[in-house]
């Protein structure tokens, strides 16, 4: 699997990467050459505590804005041109009795960056990327009256209106064929960014084949609001 992932960031150098249910802690994290990477905790007697990474090229100044948690990591991202920019990788732990103390934790600390990234960065950008194990009008009735909006995908993209064959590239199952999407998966980004944000996530359907998810891609550009 990590040869897989290396391969896919070397194609695709994206400015950040969030990886999640890597099942690793910070000493045990894949390294990726030309990025600097920050991991959450992870502790598998916690529930929802899978492990998580963010990696920011090497290029860009980053920082992390608090202590990573067992569900989020909050990173910084400083930009030439001034704006202030926070990342947040989100696991949210899926719906079920033994995860319900944990997932109300995990949706509250969201809340509570958003509302101090909000006050002390009123003109900055907060994109909050991840599982959210809830279906979309969950997250929208949830969010609808904080700083935060859903990015929407685009009509009708495959991997996410509905699943698609892959088949897995690693593991004792190799070449064997399951669906999957990322129905599930979802950017939520300050709304003075949604109104600048023209493209919308999009679901990379080509063989990935190392999760029951496709990977989402992202393209933002950011830039002070006039």
Known sequence: KRAIVLARTSRKRPDVLL?????????EALKIPGYAGFHSKHDQTVPGSLGMSTYVRSRLIAGTYEEAGHWDISVRVEMADGVTVAVLNVYCPSKGKANKAARKLAQKRVSMFSKRFQRQHPEGCLIAGGDWNEKTKDVDRRIASSDLVRLPYAPHVKGYT?????????????????????AIDYFLVSRSLASRTRKHPTVDEREYGVSDHLPVDLEVTLQPAV
């Open 19 to 27: 990886l999640q249910e890597t099942g690793t802690t910070s000493a």
């Open 162 to 182: 509905r699943s698609v064959p892959q088949a897995r590239r690693s593991g004792p199952k190799a070449g064997q064929s399951r669906m999957v999407n990322s």
